[in-house]
């Protein structure tokens, strides 16, 4: 399995970023696609993620309103749009396939996503200045 991310970049507070990710080589139906990221001493944490079936998702608190996760399934692409952007932001962003979609997004997405995540990107660093 690949994931390939690309997008991230430098933007001032306010601004917006898009990112995408394609994954490839899954080989099962029923998996998600999610983003997540780490701060500078901080956890991993869930930003979002949308089931390849039913196109359900799930949002981290802190982007709700702001983060968009959309999936392109003739392209198999999944975008992250990010928009009213802060120096909070800023972080490595990495997008995983997360499976099985029978728990629902909101598990895989959830405080128990470390159960569930299958595959990971390589990361694309996201940096916000103020």
């Known amino acids: 399995v690949q994931l390939v991310e690309s997008g991230g970049g430098l933007v001032h507070a306010g601004g917006t970023l898009k990112l995408s990710c394609a994954p490839s080589?899954?080989?099962?139906?029923?998996?998600?696609t999610g983003w997540f990221r780490e701060a500078p001493g901080k956890g991993r944490e869930p930003v979002a993620c949308?089931?390849?079936?039913?196109?359900?998702?799930h949002y981290g608190e802190s982007v709700k309103g702001r983060f968009t996760i959309v999936r392109d399934s003739a392209n198999n692409t999944v975008f992250l749009q990010m928009n009213t952007l802060s120096p909070e932001d800023t972080a490595v962003y990495y997008c995983?396939?997360?499976?099985?979609?029978?728990?629902?997004?909101?598990?895989?997405?959830?405080?128990?996503?470390?159960?569930?995540?299958?595959?990971w990107g390589q990361g694309i660093q996201v940096t916000v200045s103020s």
């Open positions: 080589g899954v080989t099962r139906s029923d998996y998600a």
């Open positions: 995983a396939v997360l499976s099985p979609t029978m728990v629902g997004v909101s598990t895989l997405c959830g405080r128990s996503w470390r159960s569930y995540s299958d595959h």
């Open positions: 949308i089931s390849t079936g039913d196109g359900s998702t």
